[in-house]
């Protein structure tokens, strides 16, 4: 039996939003499927190639707001790429990637096409913390490169895992490039400190990012790590240097986070930084 639904808003030709007896409105996709169509008009949900659906409120109006000024083909291809991402990651997207990815893939094709380039400051902190996502975004990057015939820079990679990351984990955008600008912070600090100049390439390097991630996620979520008074005297005593100023980028995190941060983590801060010091 097929399920007729009511249009009630045409986006354009191949884009409808319809309105559905449980889901209440459902965004339906295919080629053609809103050409002469009005408000009003059944639809058969047979007929969409896709469908998605957007419940918030703010998601759906910069959707309705976005798609007359996005290319009709770009719609349908980036519903593809979305299908392609949640297949790799074996995760279910939070409906804000819709409208976030439609839009940064048409403003990054524009560009592109201008031969606009942005450069991307944390590429290797992204590949480092967001392995999985930084391959998906990859693959979706050179995708994007066949089918419109244009060159991406490195750096599109990490905008478009960070979105990934974005949807799988349902944080924002806002928070995760806040958490990358601090490692950011944290890492200069290091250097300075050191006198030493971190190569982004090397393992240690991507292991320090990623305790420096968790640490912040941790404190994000007042998780501690316990005690360990034995080997603070031991570390304290062996590498001072490291130590002290492990307890610093802990003040740094406080003061950035506005949290309490566990004095746990400077114990394997101190041994991550010692580990650098010893191979500079």
Not at 181 to 203: G, P
Not at 242 to 261: F, S
Request: aromatic share 8%; net charge negative; with cysteine.
């Amino acid at each position: 039996m097929k399920q007729i639904l009511t249009i009630k808003k045409v986006l354009n030709n191949n884009v409808v939003i319809a309105q559905h007896d449980i889901y209440k409105e459902v965004v339906l996709i295919g080629n053609g499927l809103g050409f002469n169509r009005t408000k009003g008009e059944p639809i058969s949900f047979d007929k969409a190639d896709k469908t998605f659906l957007l419940k918030d409120e703010k998601e759906k109006e910069q959707y309705v707001n976005l798609i007359p000024h996005i290319e009709e083909n770009l719609i349908g291809f980036t519903h593809e790429l979305l299908l392609f991402i949640e297949k790799e990651m074996g995760k279910e997207l939070n409906e804000h990637i819709h409208v976030a990815l439609t839009d940064h893939l048409a403003f990054a094709i524009n560009r592109a096409k201008k031969d606009m380039h942005f450069s991307n400051p944390f590429l290797y902190e992204i590949e480092a913390l967001y392995p999985k996502e930084y391959g998906v975004a990859k693959a979706v990057v050179k995708r994007v490169e066949e089918q419109m015939n244009i060159v991406f820079p490195e750096g599109e990679i990490g905008f478009i895992a960070l979105h990934i990351h974005s949807a799988v984990t349902d944080k924002s955008l806002r928070d995760i490039n806040r958490y990358n600008l601090l490692i950011s912070q944290l890492v200069e600090l290091i250097e300075a400190n050191l006198s030493l100049q971190l190569k982004r390439d090397d393992v240690d390097y991507h292991r320090l990012i990623q305790h420096l991630h968790r640490a912040i996620d941790r404190a994000h979520q007042g998780q501690p790590l316990g005690e360990e008074n034995k080997l603070e005297e031991v570390l304290k005593k062996e590498y001072p240097v490291c130590y002290n100023l492990a307890w610093k980028l802990i003040k740094v995190m406080q003061n950035q986070l506005n949290k309490p941060v566990d004095e746990a983590e400077v114990l394997y801060l101190t041994i991550h930084l010692q580990r650098l010091l010893h191979k500079s």
